[in-house]
């Protein structure tokens, strides 16, 4: 059953599309991703669907509620965690989650058995002004203070951002147990390590979705023959690879290039083209594709 209902939305700012007539719908107690790069729409996507933001055309409801006409009681029932910190850097972190819980006119004991695990990493700073935390205390603390009043749905846009790995991979582990709670989440994310995390995922770039399916369908999708390679003077290979007749398109991928092959290409041909261009140490396999190989083959599929 959906919870999140978006058909036909729109939403330009001057001559730039933010969001291209967008439609998509979230199921009940899913973690459901919108990934994409910086300017994608992600942030004007999510400050419509939690009534911050009034979109050009179309229809946005969340549990059952008209994000226009029923704003107010949608932020009842949803809770947001924006890209950038919002809370108030002057209070502690124990008036920050007073604070926010007042608002909804509950208390922080009510619902804690929703922040308990999150809250009790923070706890030992409860004193401390919230603009002193460093950047994964912050995360919690912003986490905490959407969850304070037991939201049905959960924004969070790019929580990640900025934040070091072990915090990144603590915080994808507080959102498995949330959604043991029944919350359904829709979080946005640039990291594409983190959309195999998520129930189900939309790629996305210019303000259309591209494709949206589990994670492991999507993957398991990919046509293209793909292959890493390495090598010696790793700056000059990046063009000898996109001028090798064997070549479709390759891209930077940590300390290889991941390479689409010709359909009737093998590794051995381009080791010969390398080898002939006068590289040394060449390292190239075969490889099973990526997340971020099915985005940049929609992308490349998108701009031809």
Not at 1 to 16: D, E, R, W
Not at 197 to 202: E, M
């Amino acid at each position: 059953m959906a919870i999140i209902s978006v058909q036909n939305l729109k939403k330009t700012y001057g001559n730039v599309q933010a969001l291209c007539n967008l439609s998509f719908d979230v199921n009940e107690g899913e973690i459901y991703g919108i990934i994409g790069a910086d300017g994608a729409g992600k942030t004007t996507l999510f400050r419509i669907l939690t009534t911050l933001l009034l979109a050009d055309e179309g229809i946005a409801v969340v549990d059952g509620l008209d994000v226009v006409k029923n704003y107010k009681q949608i932020r009842k029932h949803i809770g947001y965690m924006p890209g950038r910190f919002s809370l108030y850097p002057d209070l502690s972190v124990e008036e920050n989650l007073t604070f926010f819980a007042t608002i909804f006119n509950t208390t922080i004991q009510e619902n804690y058995h929703l922040i308990e695990d999150i809250y009790k990493q923070i706890e030992p700073f409860k004193t401390r002004k919230a603009g002193k935390l460093s950047g994964g205390m912050k995360q919690k603390l912003a986490l905490s203070c959407a969850l304070i009043h037991s939201p049905k749905v959960l924004f969070l846009d790019e929580p990640t951002t900025g934040v070091d790995p072990v915090s990144r991979k603590e915080f994808w582990e507080m959102l498995k147990k949330l959604k043991k709670h029944g919350i359904t989440i829709l979080v946005s994310t640039p990291y594409m390590d983190e959309a195999i995390l998520c129930d189900r995922i939309a790629l996305v770039q210019a303000g259309e979705f591209m494709q949206v399916d589990t994670p492991q369908n999507i993957i398991d999708g990919y046509s293209e023959n793909i292959w890493s390679v390495k090598s010696d003077r790793m700056h000059q290979l990046l063009q000898d690879l996109r001028d090798c007749p064997w070549v479709k398109s390759t891209f930077s991928f940590g300390e290889t290039y991941h390479v689409t092959a010709k359909e009737k290409a093998t590794i051995e041909q381009l080791n010969t083209f390398l080898t002939e261009k006068g590289y040394k140490d060449i390292e190239s396999k075969s490889i099973h594709a990526t997340i971020e190989d099915c985005f940049m083959l929609l992308m490349q599929k998108k701009n031809e």
